[in-house]
């Protein structure tokens, strides 16, 4: 949020501080400023020699001083034709010492020139011969000093000068024109020399989104007063309590609705003054009425909209307004300011009269009842032609008269509704912004009797008695217990309870001192300050702030240490990651919030964990499928590497009905490209394949210390929960096998199905993936194993045995194993073999045998346990030792 200095001084005495204090005070108390840009005043001195832009200093500055010697408030008083130049014109103007004769282009008084002596001089901002300003014609910001030259035969020396110039906007079309009030002659730093402070506002500061509330803050933190503005007016007519009336169908929604009625106004610009405040705030001027609400809801952070009441009062048949608020239906339509038409949902909430819809509630008014200026200036500007029956030439449509009469807007709306709105919408404005994060009904009144104020004041109108209050939603003001004890213990200073009392009073708390300490009750603009412990925090915080976190010392803490615990689940996953990137994958975190269209490319799932308010349709539900999240990355990532291998640990949720989901954790393991990376002496690496996969596996278990493990295919008829993980249809049926950790199944791996991979962009090469079930996996007892080395030396044998192709390799090893008893050490498959010379439906299975006795082996006792497992194959599974 940006804030001009000089509008902070309308509500705090700021004198001795520099510009520089001031934004240090606010960053202390959680305000941080991230920059502040010099409009006339003085720079600090690392930014003066010249330069319009620094980040030397603790803040970062930007900006231009103006020379109070060469840069003044002076008048025109006459506006001539230029001698040789149709587009120019020559100012007789007074700078309050002298006349001078300026050049100028400007088409702001071009309708000024031949006219002869003004009847009223017109005030402007008047650069002598020397002075330095931006460059109004270049792009950027571009430091230039004024010098004398001769342009269409007329010497030129001075300028009055654009907005651009002078470093308050971008607008450099037209000549700032001053208010009648300007004193000719005065510096112009001193007449409205300004800086601007650029505030971050955090959420938890949304209270202070305005310039009362950043006053209030400097007066916390200086000690100074704080002068809140005087709210009153003179009221003329019938009371608005007749004319109007208000019905609220959901008050969670609409907590408070309160209207104003001002009648007679004659719109026109705002004072110069207030435009260039709204200008320097980031806010564009529009016209006196609209001006009024924005500047009224940057003073007090209550946005307000204005309504045209003769719209209003024709639209109910000539009787008194009624103004309803509700929600919307589906389907519903508003055109709204901006010319949009806009579909409506029942999330939405409107401003109604009894024919329809006139406003999105805190977001965006409707085009129908907004206020109306049908000045020929304003219609040239929007490049309207109006024939001589009234009709408009072009899209925008227009009302014969001006808006005379206003109905003045001031509520409060649930800050959810109005975020979801606003998203919806598209419709970011400084109004959703506040009421997105909370305005308190409480500032309701205060902007519309604000708003009604400015308004009489700049158009004329006249205030009718009264305002329309419906407020059938009182927020309940928090109240919390404070000793000093509890700043003590909490804040590390000791202050006594009357201090406590003064720190919180300067921002607006009511305190009362009680035997124990004081009870604090919450200021009516705070909806942050919380009960019980949460609130005895929320205050403590406001003390700190207060005092100023600077002058807190630095102390070590006085309460004993919790207990250091373990976690073990976590520091066994961390193992687990340990293990996987040691195996040369690389670990990916993805959302947990997807879409059932992006899962559906995986697996259909019947039921999923909705979320309430999705920020994103693609993140409208809990996932189901790790694997599915993995692929997704390994998607995006296809491109950028010949090889991937991602993992991920987290959670899939399984929704129960009228509870939270359950939430299984899983591992997720994804691989794709060549085995080797290419190089001078690797030219064509084959692609990994499903022994690779298996291979990771292998060592990530040994890893873990499961011994008990074994490979099976997945048994497709396998009952749904047979196992920790059921039968993925995302798998090749022929490229797939379970994992087994003591006969349970706690995971299983292989192949992309290729109709899985066609919904994905993955290449050619094969994907391999993996799931497991860590909850299974994490409960399994690990084998911590002690072997002696022998003293006798090992006898190494390879057999090679024909058999059926339906024989399962692990079914012959552990033949091999329990025939050989202790004896056999080693058992492992190196070759598998299929051809004519083992026969058509047979194979050949070569395996490394290693003996290992606690004596020297012979080679007949080798030989003798060797015949011993030949004959056992053969009789288990008809195996042949093949020659």
């Not at 976690?567 to 990651?577: D, K, S």
Request: hydrophobic residues 40%; glycine residues 8%; proline residues 5%.
């Amino acid at each position: 949020m940006k804030i001009p200095v000089s509008w902070l001084k309308d509500f705090i005495d700021l004198d001795g501080l520099s510009i520089e204090d001031i934004a240090r005070k606010l960053t202390l108390a959680g305000l941080e400023v991230d920059e502040i840009l010099y409009a006339g005043l003085p720079m600090p001195d690392h930014a003066a020699q010249g330069m319009h832009s620094s980040e030397k200093h603790e803040f970062k500055t930007s900006g231009i001083a103006w020379d109070k010697e060469k840069i003044v408030v002076a008048e025109i008083r006459e506006v001539s034709p230029h001698p040789n130049a149709d587009r120019l014109t020559l100012l007789d103007l007074y700078d309050g010492q002298q006349s001078q004769t300026v050049l100028t282009g400007a088409p702001n008084i071009f309708h000024l020139k031949g006219t002869g002596k003004l009847e009223k001089p017109i005030k402007v901002a008047y650069a002598k011969e020397g002075a330095t300003i931006y460059d109004g014609h270049a792009d950027g910001l571009v430091l230039t000093t004024l010098k004398r030259a001769k342009i269409r035969g007329v010497e030129s020396y001075s300028m009055v000068c654009s907005e651009k110039e002078l470093g308050i906007t971008d607008e450099h079309e037209g000549i700032i024109i001053l208010d009648d009030d300007a004193p000719v002659g005065m510096p112009l730093a001193d007449y409205m020399g300004d800086a601007v402070l650029d505030i971050s506002i955090l959420p938890n500061m949304a209270r202070n989104a305005n310039v009362i509330g950043i006053a209030r803050e400097l007066s916390a933190s200086t000690g100074r007063e704080l002068k809140k503005p005087d709210i009153k007016y003179k009221t003329e007519g019938d009371s608005v309590e007749g004319l109007v009336s208000i019905e609220i169908t959901n008050s969670e929604l609409n907590p408070r609705f309160v209207a104003g009625l001002i009648r007679n106004i004659e719109i026109k610009p705002s004072p110069y003054q207030i435009q260039r405040r709204l200008k320097l705030a980031g806010m564009r001027p529009i016209n006196n009425v609209v001006d009024a609400t924005n500047y009224a809801m940057l003073e007090f952070g209550e946005p307000l909209h204005a309504f045209d009441y003769d719209v209003l009062k024709e639209r109910a048949g000539g009787k008194a307004v009624k103004i309803i608020t509700r929600a919307a239906q589906d389907g519903e339509k508003l055109t709204t300011l901006d010319g949009v038409d806009r579909r409506l949902t029942s999330m939405n909430v409107l401003v109604c009269d009894e024919k329809g819809p006139l406003s999105i509630a805190g977001v965006m008014g409707g085009a129908e009842s907004e206020v109306y200026d049908a000045s020929k200036e304003v219609l040239d500007a929007k490049g309207i032609e109006v024939k001589s029956d009234e009709t408009p030439q072009g899209k925008i449509s227009i009302r014969s008269q001006s808006t005379a009469n206003i109905l003045l807007e001031g509520a409060a709306w649930n800050f959810i509704n109005i975020r979801r709105t606003a998203k919806q919408h598209n419709l970011p404005s400084e109004a959703s912004f506040r009421f997105s994060r909370g305005v308190h009904p409480a500032l309701a009144e205060a902007g519309v009797r604000r708003g009604l104020q400015l308004m009489a004041e700049w158009s004329g109108g006249k205030i009718a008695p009264g305002l329309v209050d419906e407020y059938p939603f009182k927020p309940k003001d928090s109240i919390v217990d404070v000793t000093p004890k509890d700043v003590k213990r909490l804040l590390g200073i000791d202050i006594a309870a009357e201090e406590i009392t003064a720190l919180l009073t300067r921002l607006e708390f009511k305190c009362e001192i009680t035997n124990d300490g004081l009870r604090v009750t919450a200021p009516p603009h705070r909806m942050d300050i919380g009960e019980g412990i949460v609130g005895l925090a929320d205050v403590l915080e406001e003390v700190a702030r207060s005092y100023g976190y600077d002058r807190i010392p630095e102390t070590l803490m006085a309460d004993s240490l919790p207990p250091q615990v373990g976690n073990p689940i976590n520091e066994w996953e961390e193992h687990l990651r340990d293990l996987l990137v040691a195996l040369g994958l690389q670990e990916v975190v993805t959302y947990r919030m997807t879409s059932i269209e992006n899962e559906s490319r995986i697996a259909q799932f019947d039921e999923y964990a909705r979320i309430a308010n999705p920020t994103a349709p693609e993140k409208s539900v809990l996932r189901r499928s790790l694997v599915a999240s993995v692929l997704d990355v390994l998607e995006k990532n296809i491109r950028l590497s010949e090889s991937l291998s991602f993992f991920e640990i987290g959670s899939v949720f399984e929704p129960v009905k009228n509870d939270l989901p359950n939430e299984p954790h899983k591992l997720a393991i994804a691989m794709t490209g060549r085995r080797d990376a290419t190089a001078w002496d690797i030219k064509d690496s084959p692609a990994v394949d499903f022994y690779d996969i298996k291979g990771h596996i292998e060592l990530l278990l040994s890893g873990l210390r499961f011994t008990n493990i074994s490979y099976s295919p997945i048994a497709l008829s396998r009952a749904a929960g047979s196992g920790a993980v059921e039968w993925p249809s995302y798998l090749h049926p022929g490229k797939a096998a379970e994992v087994k950790l003591n006969g349970q199944v706690v995971g299983v791996f292989g192949e992309l199905h290729p109709l899985v991979k066609e919904k994905y962009e993955l290449g050619d090469n094969p994907v391999l993936v993996a799931e497991f079930d860590l909850e299974f996996l994490r409960n399994a007892t690990p084998t911590y194993s002690i072997k002696p080395v022998s003293e006798f030396p090992p006898v190494y044998e390879d057999i090679a045995v024909i058999l059926d192709e339906s024989v399962p390799a692990d079914r012959v090893e552990a033949l091999i194993r329990q025939t050989g008893g202790k004896i056999v050490a080693d058992v492992r498959l190196f070759d598998v073999y299929r051809g004519d010379q083992v026969g058509a439906g047979k194979k050949s299975l070569a395996y490394s045998l290693t003996y290992q006795s606690d004596k020297t082996m012979t080679d007949a006792e080798a030989a003798a346990i060797r015949n011993k497992i030949v004959k056992r194959l053969e009789q288990e599974v008809g195996a042949k030792l093949r020659g």
